[in-house]
């Protein structure tokens, strides 16, 4: 979860900018602009401001698309209000700021000229680029000019509609406009600091309410040595050398950081050499009222991975490094301006796994933790079921209970689950020893306000079979590899509380298949698409019997595939839970049909993000599913896409 002030300037202006359902209507007529001679505000002198709300000013005038020389545009749709800038220097830049809590943006007009209630010529600027205030510069055309505030969005969304608007003579609009001491532009101010990267080990923070570097701070309470020794560690430059981590041996360093002042922080330095590496990272603290956040920069001050969970739970992360050097930040976001310094635990590590799966032989510790670290799983859940009572639970594979039994009998197990814990969730396990089994599998509730989701997943992970949108949920599979363990994984996605640690009970049953195999005379290959409903296509058939994924790579456009890495395109055709799977073949986008003449038996799908030649549809079924789409199809798993004009020219889309 992510985490001030917003800013925007504003240039000369006429109207404000709606519709005409409010306020003074504007017409083509000598109404025209008439806000222009009864401003709401006006600032004379410069540097100046003036506050006020657009709240009751009436929505004017609209300025037409292609109007204004604009950073961003849309049409704003609610009020607005004009203040006057009086005794400008003309030619000179200025900055104007305007800060709101409330999505506000600004025109700039040289003129008013209207025809049919909007703005048709003389607009220089429109300025809408965040969901607060905005901040840009202007040079003046003339000693008199005009401000109009706008609102971005609908007067009703409003929190209060009031404003700070600040204009002032700028000194530079970049940083390469400052030189000397105060090299970087902030605000468009030249200043020393922008960020504590712009510092010396002397001064090394950037104290952000003047901009100078000053040494390091001294007002937390409990801190610890790396702040109360000279220079301190507030800054990049004065970080604390962390030695590199190897194969089971981490790096662990315990401080304490406080939020007085709010860019008070901890900092820690390493260099990588040579070839990519990925490293873990973890914070730890005890304060339970404490919440910590961590961020690995880069030696330009760009963050290139954080953890900044919104709450106590603990930090940890992964992070792929290049050579290079590297810094470490720890501070505290809550609670803000705090003395009291919290304690925490800093790990750096080289991780021992990268997900649940790799914790597969870690005896009850089957759940990766952020920063690859096998450990036990959440237990926030209320009168759980046995998976998650016994040693390390079932949240991960390592721990999963078994569902294994005779062919064609049913095996059913009781379960509970909650979504309280992050990676809350249950494992189950079937081992499968003929090439060519199936496994049916069934996820029954009770509770009418659940949402559970039933997966299934080889050793490693890859997703084999899904259902999400069913009461009961059903999972078929066909034609799969012996001598291998599948995973189930059940998961509570929704309810009538977003975070409920109360339980949700449910039965889970497994029913083993006898082998047929893919290859059987009569079925042949295309057996492996034959069950899709729930079943991810799988498109080699091997002489084992079992479906497997196609394991070629740098496939030509009309080559056999089931993922996009079989491809040198990267795109295959294939969507999930087609009927039609094995026609699936390496493709490309396309903009008609007459872009996929090359590929034998395909059409362009139409009203997608990005349109892809795909093999003309017979059906719905043969289109695929929108697996993000709760409306099913009726006696179907999922809601499938539309089949126009089914047959040779038929098309799938939305």
């Given amino acids: 979860m992510n985490r001030p002030l917003l800013y925007t300037l504003l240039f000369l202006a006429a109207c404000g900018g709606?519709?005409?359902?409010?306020?003074?209507?504007?017409?083509?007529?000598?109404?025209?602009?008439?806000?222009?001679g009864t401003p709401s505000g006006t600032i004379a002198s410069f540097p100046g401001d003036v506050s006020g709300t657009v709240l009751g000013e009436g929505a004017d005038l609209t300025v037409a698309e292609g109007t204004c020389t604009v950073d961003n545009y849309f049409e704003p749709v609610g009020e607005d209000t004009v203040i006057a800038l009086e005794g400008l220097t003309t030619g000179q830049l200025y900055a104007a700021v305007l800060e709101a809590d409330d999505d506000l943006g600004f025109y700039v007009l040289s003129s008013c000229e209207v025809a049919g209630g909007s703005v048709t010529g003389g607009c220089d600027l429109f300025e809408d680029g965040t969901l607060g205030g905005e901040q840009h510069t202007f040079t003046a055309s003339a000693e008199s000019q005009?401000?109009?505030?706008?609102?971005?969005?609908?007067?009703?969304?409003?929190?209060?509609?009031?404003?700070?608007?600040?204009?002032?003579?700028?000194?530079?609009?970049?940083?390469?406009?400052?030189?000397?001491?105060?090299?970087?532009?902030?605000g468009f101010v030249c200043v020393e600091c922008a960020t504590d990267f712009d510092c010396t080990a002397a001064t090394p923070s950037c104290d952000l309410t003047t901009n100078e570097c000053v040494a390091g701070f001294d007002m937390c309470t409990g801190d610890d040595g790396g702040d109360t020794t000279a220079p301190g560690d507030d800054g990049p430059t004065v970080a604390t050398a962390l030695t590199l981590p190897t194969v089971g041996v981490a790096t662990v360093v315990t401080a304490a950081v406080c939020s007085l002042p709010s860019t008070e922080a901890d900092w820690y330095t390493f260099t990588v050499a040579g070839a990519d590496v990925t490293y873990g990272f973890a914070l730890t603290w005890a304060s339970a009222t404490a919440d910590l956040d961590l961020y690995v920069l880069d030696d330009t001050g760009a963050i290139v991975a954080a953890g900044e969970n919104f709450d106590q739970a603990p930090e940890g992360f992964l992070a792929e490094l290049g050579a290079g050097t590297y810094y470490v930040m720890a501070r505290q976001y809550a609670p803000a301006d705090a003395a009291a310094a919290a304690a925490y635990t800093l790990t750096f590590s080289v991780p021992e796994c990268l997900d649940n799966f790799e914790c597969v032989g870690q005896a009850g510790e089957p759940v990766c933790s952020g920063s690859g670290v096998c450990g036990v799983g959440p237990a926030e859940c209320t009168n759980d079921d046995a998976g998650d009572t016994a040693t390390g639970g079932d949240d991960g594979p390592g721990g999963a209970r078994d569902l294994g039994g005779a062919v064609d009998t049913a095996v059913p197990l009781p379960g509970r689950i909650c979504n309280t814990g992050d990676g809350e969730t249950d494992f189950y396990k079937v081992d499968l020893s003929a090439s060519g089994s199936g496994l049916d599998l069934s996820l029954e509730w009770t509770d009418a306000t659940k949402d559970l989701d039933l997966f299934v997943m080889d050793d490693e992970g890859t997703i084999y079979g899904a259902s999400f949108w069913k009461k009961p949920e059903n999972v078929v599979l066909t034609h799969l590899a012996g001598q291998h363990t599948y995973f189930i994984r059940v998961d509570l996605v929704s309810g009538d509380d977003i975070v409920d640690a109360s339980m949700v009970e449910y039965t889970i049953t497994a029913t083993r298949r006898a082998a047929v195999s893919c290859g059987t005379p009569g079925l042949g290959a295309a057996s492996c698409?034959?069950?899709?409903?729930?079943?991810?296509?799988?498109?080699?058939?091997?002489?084992?019997?079992?479906?497997?994924?196609?394991t070629t790579t740098g496939g030509a456009n009309n080559a056999p595939c089931d993922t996009g890495e079989d491809c040198t395109s990267g795109t295959c055709s294939y969507i999930l839970f087609e009927k039609d799977a094995e026609k699936s073949v390496c493709t490309t986008d396309c903009a008609s049909n007459a872009d996929c003449a090359t590929l034998t038996g395909t059409t362009c799908t139409t009203g997608f993000g990005a349109n892809l030649c795909v093999?003309?549809?017979?059906?719905?079924?043969?289109?695929?599913?929108?697996?993000n789409s709760s409306t099913i199809d009726t006696d179907q798993p999922w809601d499938y896409l539309t089949c126009t004009t089914p047959g040779s020219s038929g098309v799938c889309s939305p």
């Fill in 615 to 627: 093999p003309a549809c017979a059906d719905d079924l043969s289109c695929g599913a929108d697996i």
């Fill in 18 to 36: 709606d519709d005409s359902s409010s306020g003074d209507d504007v017409d083509a007529g000598g109404g025209a602009c008439a806000d222009l």
């Fill in 146 to 186: 005009l401000v109009v505030i706008d609102t971005g969005s609908d007067s009703a969304d409003l929190t209060t509609g009031d404003f700070t608007l600040r204009v002032f003579e700028a000194e530079c609009e970049t940083s390469d406009d400052c030189s000397g001491g105060t090299p970087n532009c902030v």
């Fill in 529 to 550: 698409a034959l069950t899709h409903a729930t079943q991810v296509y799988r498109g080699e058939c091997l002489a084992s019997g079992a479906c497997e994924s196609i």
